[in-house]
Nanobody
Framework: QVQLVESGGGLVQPGGSLRLSCAASGSIFGITLIGWYRQVPGKERELVARITTSGRLDYAESVKGRFTISRDSAKNTLYLQMNSLKPEDTAVYYC???????????????WGKGTLVTVSS
């Protein structure tokens, strides 16, 4: 069993900052924390930031220069530092992780339950 728990969301004013954390626990052998997604009502879940298998950091165009993704594998934790927040960043933010086979292919994708970020004055 694998659990992903996001934390750090809340209400922040435009221009403010938040740091989201995603902690993985349970049977985490073979688990790799990958990235962050967000979703608003009526919209599809969209990629915010991810770390590729080669270690490249990918960001949505809308957050480039403002958000930074990082990973502490020893602590089984994924982070998203969000600066210069805008009202359009308001969403539920989810982290995800991959369970890899011995060959490196994706066997399963895990999702957290999300943390709400509200950017409003």
């Amino acid at each position: 069993q694998v659990q992903l728990v996001e934390s750090g969301g809340g209400l922040v004013q435009p221009g403010g900052s938040l740091r989201l954390s995603c902690a993985a626990s349970g049977s985490i052998f073979g688990i790799t924390l990958i990235g962050w997604y967000r979703q608003v009502p009526g919209k599809e879940r969209e990629l915010v930031a991810r770390i590729t298998t080669s270690g490249r950091l990918d960001y949505a165009e809308s957050v480039k220069g403002r958000f930074t993704i990082s990973r502490d594998s020893a602590k089984n934790t994924l982070y998203l530092q969000m600066n210069s927040l805008k009202p359009e960043d308001t969403a539920v933010y989810y982290c995800n992780a991959h369970l890899l086979t011995s060959k490196g292919s994706v066997d399963r994708v895990y999702w957290g339950k999300g943390t709400l970020v509200t950017v409003s004055s």
